[in-house]
């Protein structure tokens, strides 16, 4: 069946380094959505990707979707402390309205 | 509230008992999705429901597993005669049409005794 995996798990950085999450898909998404979840809170959306190569910024994130729209990747520039969370990709099928989450990676950021 | 409202916040019961949860999507918002969340985990899809349609049920674990939709708006998620590994939090999220950005309720957090 679709799979969404998410690497890394865990990603512990000092303020101010960078972190990147990516997202492999076992199959073509006919799109992308990004989500962030902060501890004890629920997911709330960041970013939707559809088109093959899209590159979308806001602010210091920075989002990927690739040539195949089978993998995607979040990338933060000099992280801060309010980056902390859980950041789950979610890649919808080409013919399902479902999407499919990925495992998540969770960031912790060291002041 | 403009927001997905789901009922109760928690809920601890027994093994072997049933439960109801229950989710309240956002006006107007067509397609409403349940997920299950175990701790530190990722999403589970368990079913997805747009409009008058046939539901995808394909995300259900267990014939114990069940959900209505009722009237194109609030829907209710039924697990009978629970186990303890159905412990979990259990959000539903809806979107304005499918394929859109989803919208999550804070969740309704399973403890099966």
Known sequence: GQQVMQ????????????????CNSSTTLSNIQWYKQRPGGHP??????????EVKKQKRLTFQFGEAKK????????????????????????NFNKFYFGSGTKLNVKP | GAGVSQSPSNKV??????????????????????YRQSLGQGLEFLIYFQGNSAPDKSGLPSDRFSAE???????????????Q????????????????PQHFGDGTRLSIL
């Open chain 1, 44 to 53: 709330v959306f960041l970013i939707q990707l559809v088109k093959s190569g």
């Open chain 2, 85 to 100: 590994e159905d412990s979990a939090v259990y959000l539903c999220a809806s979107s304005p049409i499918p394929g859109q």
């Open chain 2, 13 to 34: 019961t027994e093994k072997g008992k049933d439960v109801e949860l229950r989710c309240d999507p956002i006006s107007g918002h067509t397609a409403l999705y349940w």
């Open chain 1, 71 to 94: 993998n995607s990747s979040l990338h933060i520039t000099a992280t801060q402390t309010t980056d902390v969370g859980t950041y789950f990709c979610a890649g919808r099928g080409e």
């Open chain 1, 7 to 22: 690497i890394p798990q865990y990603q512990h950085v000092q303020e101010g380094e960078d972190f990147t999450t990516y």
């Open chain 2, 69 to 83: 939709r009722t009237g194109g708006s609030v829907s209710t998620l039924t697990i009978q005669r629970t186990q």
